[in-house]
């Protein structure tokens, strides 16, 4: 009996070894972990204590700070005289600190009144940011309201007053879609204000307070501000006279057609310096949140509408430039009916044989296509890409757009005759005053100009550190000085005379100029529409040497049988009889019409 119990007592002490080696494994692996532990807090104490403590310290620092912006002034936009356009001055703007805000309903029913606020929403407003130190609630305030608010007796520490810049606007909606606006915070939106953004915004300061654990300030960190400085002033090439003359002249166009819109420019042609440029419709820029997407959009720079005749004397001038064409002349304009290809090409009235000159004076259809023939597409091409269509001219004007000319590898048989009378690409008014500067200036084209000087903000004197903001202008030859200033003495004059221009006459002065009048395609109906026409002049004076030059491109006008010469000649006739005398250009002789 002893010897058989041997083996179980045996078997008994085995089981017993191998827990107690087990639970020292245990214990052996549990102290590791726990020694692990004590390492890595040791090693993030040491850490904390030596390698990270400048940044602790910087970091708790910073946080007793309170940084507060202080807005750049923003520099004045003047007429090419000195004429404020655009001027900034201070409104207060009531913010609050809703997170000391007690009784959130209490403090909206106090001033819901003198905000002419629903008291719901202003305290559902205080609450939705009750944990903010900061909220704008009312942003460039009239006087007496502020004060108002002021003789409230709100409670210390919830609000305050600062005072904030606005644009004003001198002249009131002259010139907005070039001028552009200012956003609340401060931002250039639109036209002047946003090209030159960086140069008229200047730079914000800063000021540095310390405050206690209370988030009350107990000392100014001079040393840790900045100063602002304020924005460069622009001068603008614009005379805010000839701008006031031209939109006086869309005013009365849009109570007599009622167009669709409407774009005017006046230039000089001896610098691309613009003097004026306008759209309609237009908006107050004192009231920004009225503005409409029409409304909004710079016609000048951004509508595109095929030219129509308009562009007539440019392909003469190409084609004659070329050798193709000789101005002595004579063309064949088939008694108004002409087939090229399988095209049969008409015009209103019928001609027989016609000059050079009186192609253009007469605005046949059938001369320019064939001048057209002569050329061929791919110069009808060059010319029109040499004149500038098919691409910005360079104003660096926000919302400017490049128009539309197709590469030539998409023209066919028709295009030959639709180009030379403009049809079949599409350009902007700004554009299309350029491309006409170029004769003006006897054949160089020239990238428009709006701005003058940049002035410091300072002294008022240009700011030679500043011109490198403004981008050198780029002139290019397109054709010779003699046959630039033959198309504008003889046939363009002729238009003005005894053409198609003649509502555009001024007693005394020699004009030049081309009127257009083209139909807009309708993409319903698949063809070109007999109702929706866009009626243009383009013109200037003197036509031996010119000194100014106008455009007018009207959209849709409404009026009774609308053309180029009979709605947009007299719109331009009106800004000239107005900006000659001013400019002190003086009458000139005017040849006899033939």
């Not at 905000?115 to 009750?130: F, P, V, Y």
């Not at 004076?541 to 009979?566: C, F, H, K, W, Y």
Request: aromatic letters at 6%; charged letters at 25%.
């Amino acid at each position: 009996m002893n010897v058989a119990s041997r083996p179980g007592r045996a078997i008994g002490n085995q089981g017993r070894s191998g827990n107690t080696r087990r639970f020292r494994t245990r214990l052996i692996l549990i102290g590791i972990g726990i020694a692990t532990c004590w390492v890595v807090l040791a090693g993030r104490l040491i850490q904390l204590q030596g390698f990270d403590r400048v940044a602790l310290s910087q970091s708790a620092a910073e946080q007793r700070l309170l940084r507060h912006t202080i807005p750049a002034r923003p520099g004045d936009i003047l007429d090419r005289r000195g004429r404020l356009l655009v001027t900034s001055v201070r409104e207060p703007s009531l913010y609050l600190v809703p997170r000391k805000i007690d009784d959130a309903a209490q403090f909206a029913a106090r001033l819901a009144t003198v905000l002419n606020r629903d008291q719901s929403d202003l305290e559902q407003e205080i609450r939705s940011h009750s944990e903010r130190w900061f909220h704008w609630l009312e942003r460039r305030m009239p006087e007496e309201v502020a004060e108002a608010v002021r003789n409230l007796d709100l409670p210390n520490g919830t609000w305050g007053i600062e005072r904030e810049f606005r644009r004003r606007y001198p002249q009131g909606s002259q010139a907005v879609h070039l001028l552009g606006l200012r956003d609340i915070d401060n931002v250039g939106r639109g036209g002047i204000e946003q090209v030159y953004d960086r140069l008229i915004g200047g730079e914000d300061g800063e000021l540095v307070a310390l405050r206690d654990a209370h988030g009350r300030v107990i000392d100014i960190r001079h040393e840790l501000g900045r100063k602002p400085v304020p924005g460069r002033s622009l001068v603008l090439t614009i005379d805010a006279l000839i701008q006031l003359f031209t939109e006086e002249a869309l005013d009365e166009l849009e109570k007599d057609e009622n167009p669709r819109g409407s774009a005017a420019i006046v230039l000089d042609p001896r610098t691309g310096e613009v003097l004026a440029i306008a759209s309609r419709p237009v908006f107050d820029p004192e009231n920004p949140s009225s503005i409409s997407e029409g409304a909004w959009i710079n016609r000048a720079v951004a509508a595109v509408m095929e030219p129509g005749s308009t562009v007539k004397p440019l392909f003469v001038a190409w084609a004659l430039n070329r050798g193709v064409l000789q101005s002595d002349e004579i063309i064949d304009c088939e008694n108004g009916s002409y087939r090229s290809g399988s095209r049969l090409l008409t015009d209103p009235v019928a001609h027989g044989r016609l000059s050079v000159t009186d192609v253009l004076v007469k605005s046949s259809n059938i001369g320019m296509a064939k001048i057209g023939e002569r050329l061929g597409n791919d110069e009808l091409f060059h010319a029109a890409a040499a004149f500038g269509f098919g691409r910005r001219t360079g104003s660096g004007l926000s919302g400017e757009v490049a128009g539309l000319l197709r590469p030539v590898s998409r023209w066919d048989h028709y295009s030959t005759g639709s180009v030379p009378m403009g049809q079949e690409f599409a350009v902007t008014p700004l554009q299309l005053a350029v491309a006409h500067a170029a004769i003006a200036s006897d054949g160089v084209l020239k990238q428009p100009r709006f701005v003058k000087d940049v002035l410091d903000p300072v002294r008022l004197l240009p700011d030679d550190s500043a011109a490198g903001n403004l981008s050198t202008p780029v002139s290019s030859p397109v054709i010779s000085s003699e046959i630039a200033r033959w198309i504008r003495t003889e046939p363009m004059s002729g238009v003005v005379s005894r053409g198609t221009g003649r509502r555009a006459q001024i007693p005394g002065h020699e004009l030049f100029g081309k009127t257009g009048t083209s139909q807009k395609y309708d993409p319903e109906a698949g063809r070109y529409s007999h109702e929706r026409l866009v009626c243009s002049f383009v013109g200037g004076t003197p036509a031996d040497e010119p000194e100014v030059l106008v455009l007018v491109m009207i959209d849709e006008p409404q009026g009774e049988n609308p053309s180029g010469g009979r709605t947009a000649a007299p719109v331009a006739k009106r800004i000239l009889e107005r900006t000659l005398p001013y400019l002190g250009i003086p009458p000139s002789p005017v040849k006899s019409s033939n």
